[in-house]
């Protein structure tokens, strides 16, 4: 599929994937799109960021290479590896059939045939369907250096291996970078990229996703269980649901057979929305009813 000549056509796009995004985000993506810029997402966990990236190479029948983050990745790991036990099985065999010539073992050796391509090398290569989606996902989990590496990684969409040269992308990816915001991300690597904070829904737009991602959920039990983790995310716990929690929560509701929420039930399924257990024994008892009767109150009557 070619790029969406539209923000309307972006945001039909990410519909088709069942992916609802607001006028905003539909107008970064697309300004991201046409103008070749990197786009950083930034937001609370949970927030759908990573499935922007989904949606957008699913719309655009591009394949997604996804970079997961975490504390010490490094360039290397991020590129490239050679396949060590691969060559010693060569060198072996050199060795065995006592013929080999050292200067031209060590070219095979270090020849394409043993190198294992990491994401950020896999997003360089021509692709017959078009660049690529790279997802560079939760940079703020590693550390500056590597910051500065991929600084330069996407100035010139080319990676450099020392046993065989510069490679430079024909094409540029699409790049997609998020953030969970457990650290700020140099303002160099921003400067880089469009920009967008991805912010927990309303409920107008929570229920237009609930009912695109689990359209099996009856109206009145999706209202419910949208409104109540909509007044969740207001109190003083220490992870606050996300739109999938909200999804997987209503999924799981359905593989019970319920019909309206009862405190009894909340309690029976907390485990689908919140991950850590001192949230959860906050919601024991009378706290599950509170919130249950000031969420339906917020919504009204069916």
């Known amino acids: 599929m070619t790029i969406p000549n539209s923000i309307e056509a972006v945001g039909d796009m990410l519909a088709g994937q069942d992916y609802v995004a607001g006028r905003a985000l539909s107008t970064v993506v697309f300004l991201a799109l046409t103008l070749g810029k990197p786009l950083f997402l930034e937001g609370?966990?949970?927030?759908?960021?990573t499935e922007i990236a989904k949606a957008i190479a699913a719309g655009l029948g591009r394949r997604l290479?996804?970079?997961?983050?975490?504390?010490?990745?490094?360039?290397?790991?991020?590129?490239?590896?050679?396949?060590?036990?691969?060559?010693?099985?060569?060198?072996?065999?050199?060795?065995?059939?006592g013929s080999a010539d050292r200067d031209a073992l060590q070219a095979e050796l270090f020849s394409p045939d043993y190198l294992t391509e990491r994401p950020l090398l896999q997003a360089m290569r021509p692709d017959p369907a078009g660049p690529p989606v790279l997802l560079i996902d939760e940079l703020d989990r590693t550390d500056e250096p590597f910051e500065a590496f991929l600084l330069e990684a996407l100035s010139d969409f080319q990676v450099t291996i020392p046993e065989l040269g510069t490679i430079k992308a024909p094409e540029?990816?699409?790049?997609?970078?998020?953030?969970?915001?457990?650290?700020?991300?140099?303002?160099?690597?921003?400067r880089r990229c469009l920009y967008h904070w991805v912010d927990y829904p309303d409920f107008a737009r929570e229920m237009e996703i609930l009912t695109a991602r689990a359209p099996e959920a009856a109206d009145t039990l999706s209202r419910e269980v949208v409104a109540f983790v909509q007044r969740l995310r207001t109190e003083d716990i220490f992870k606050k649901p996300g739109v999938a929690e909200t999804i997987d929560w209503a999924k799981c509701l359905l593989a019970l057979d319920v019909?309206?929420?009862?405190?009894?039930?909340?309690?029976?399924?907390?485990?689908?929305?919140?991950?850590?257990?001192?949230?959860?024994?906050?919601?024991?008892?009378?706290?599950?009813?509170?919130?249950?009767?000031?969420?339906?109150?917020?919504?009204?009557p069916a």
């Open 65 to 97: 290479i996804r970079l997961q983050c975490y504390e010490g990745l490094d360039a290397a790991s991020a590129v490239y590896e050679w396949n060590f036990p691969a060559q010693m099985v060569a060198i072996r065999t050199a060795e065995a059939s």
């Open 44 to 49: 609370e966990p949970g927030t759908g960021k």
């Open 172 to 190: 540029p990816p699409i790049v997609i970078v998020t953030s969970n915001r457990t650290r700020e991300v140099h303002d160099a690597l921003k």
């Open 259 to 300: 019909i309206e929420l009862s405190p009894q039930t909340i309690a029976d399924t907390l485990g689908a929305i919140l991950k850590y257990q001192d949230d959860i024994a906050r919601l024991q008892g009378s706290e599950a009813k509170r919130l249950l009767d000031e969420a339906r109150a917020s919504i009204g």
